[in-house]
């Protein structure tokens, strides 16, 4: 009997055991995603803490620079590049205009530009910019070239979409824009194209997929509170060659908020939206179903901070979560989190 009762209890045991473990991973809405953010082998970012940089890839090297920091000289000007199969950050030849925070960047040809933004020189046209520079990553070198046609303002966007780029939306310190300008590296001159339908706002994202630009999110003139969720196509050969704009299905789940100064990363044809004002979640965006679907929360919610994709791996990092930060973190989007990685 002794033994019947001490079977009976092991077993009750064991399965109330199982019951709990199954029941917490059940409760936890993090268990069936998919994503890993780690930092395991990453180093942290090469130049001091930051928010508000821009970066960009150019083969196999990604890059960050300009920004805000929490130093003497706040708005910086240096730059650094990543190498993903080394791992190693070096400095390059630091941006030719002045140190800023807020600019936008773009490449084309194997050549980056890097303009607008808000340098904190308020007696020249209160600090907004319109400049823009060309880096050659051959010989290390910028030059510079024409201003932005559509005037200064910090929190542009930009985007290549067909080896043109574009650059508009943003805001200047008497009010926000709708407005995009096609670019041509070639002449260096800059045509205004079709305004954006979805309104006024700063702080937006873009992404390239599969030969199609992507414009949304970010805050619209009706204040901060306002954050729309919202995301549009973008055709350059639309409306004659000016482009046109579609407004795309939005995103209905519950748990799927607008969210403004968020960073778009783009993996293997799909685009993946991390962080953004007070956010930790993670989106990836499909563009041939349009659908949206939850992957694995990046570890703390930050604003500001840069990113880009090297390959099947999304790179992300800088930016802020109440103080200027340098950690930078790898995603794989392919397979479970872990969080011993995590470290």
């Known amino acids: 009997?002794?033994?019947?009762?001490?079977?009976?209890?092991?077993?009750?045991?064991?399965?109330?055991?199982?019951?709990?473990?199954?029941?917490?991973?059940?409760?936890?809405?993090?268990?069936?995603?998919?994503?890993?953010?780690?930092?395991?082998?990453?180093?942290?970012?090469?130049?001091?803490?930051?928010?508000?940089?821009v970066s960009f890839v150019i083969g196999n090297?990604?890059?960050?620079?300009?920004?805000?920091?929490?130093?003497?000289?706040?708005?910086?000007?240096?730059?650094?590049?990543?190498?993903?199969?080394?791992?190693?950050?070096?400095?390059?030849?630091?941006?030719?205009?002045?140190?800023?925070n807020d600019a936008t960047a773009f490449v084309v040809g194997g050549k980056a530009y890097v303009g607008t933004g808000f340098d904190g020189v308020t007696t020249v046209d209160g600090g907004y910019k319109k400049d823009f520079?060309?880096?050659?990553?051959?010989?290390?070198?910028?030059?510079?070239?024409?201003?932005?046609?559509?005037?200064?303002?910090?929190?542009?966007?930009?985007?290549?979409?067909?080896?043109?780029?574009?650059?508009?939306?943003g805001y200047n310190g008497s009010g926000f824009y709708q407005d995009f300008y096609e670019y041509n590296p070639t002449t260096d001159k800059w045509t205004e194209i079709a305004t954006f339908t979805g309104?006024?706002?700063?702080?937006?994202?873009?992404?390239?997929?599969?030969?199609k630009a992507y414009v949304g999110f970010g805050q619209t003139n009706a204040g901060t509170?306002?954050?729309?969720?919202?995301?549009?196509?973008?055709?350059?050969?639309?409306?004659?060659?000016?482009?046109?704009?579609?407004?795309?299905?939005s995103?209905?789940?519950?748990?799927?908020?607008?969210?403004?100064?968020?960073?778009?990363?783009?993996i293997n044809e799909k685009a993946y939206v991390v962080g953004g004002l007070g956010k930790s979640d993670t989106w990836e965006y499909t563009p041939s179903s349009n659908t949206w679907t939850a992957v694995a929360n990046f570890p703390s919610s930050r604003t500001y901070a840069a990113g880009f994709s090297i390959g099947n791996v999304g790179y992300y990092g800088t930016g802020s979560s109440g103080t200027n930060l340098d950690d930078f973190w790898a995603f794989d989007p392919t397979v479970a989190e872990n969080d011993d990685d995590n470290l």
């Open 225 to 249: 509170a306002s954050e729309p969720k919202d995301l549009y196509s973008f055709d350059p050969a639309g409306n004659g060659g000016s482009g046109a704009w579609t407004r795309m299905e």
């Open 133 to 169: 520079y060309q880096y050659d990553p051959a010989t290390n070198k910028w030059t510079k070239k024409a201003d932005f046609a559509g005037g200064t303002r910090q929190y542009a966007t930009s985007f290549v979409a067909d080896n043109r780029a574009y650059v508009g939306l």
């Open 251 to 266: 995103n209905t789940d519950d748990n799927f908020s607008g969210r403004s100064f968020a960073t778009a990363l783009v």
């Open 199 to 211: 309104g006024k706002r700063r702080g937006a994202l873009s992404f390239t997929v599969g030969g």
């Open 61 to 100: 090297k990604g890059y960050i620079g300009t920004g805000l920091t929490s130093e003497t000289v706040q708005r910086v000007k240096d730059f650094w590049s990543y190498d993903a199969t080394t791992k190693i950050w070096s400095q390059v030849a630091p941006f030719e205009g002045s140190g800023r």
């Open 1 to 53: 009997m002794f033994n019947t009762l001490k079977k009976t209890t092991l077993a009750l045991l064991v399965a109330s055991v199982s019951l709990t473990q199954f029941s917490c991973k059940d409760d936890d809405p993090e268990a069936d995603k998919l994503g890993n953010w780690y930092r395991t082998g990453i180093p942290n970012f090469g130049g001091s803490a930051r928010s508000r940089a």
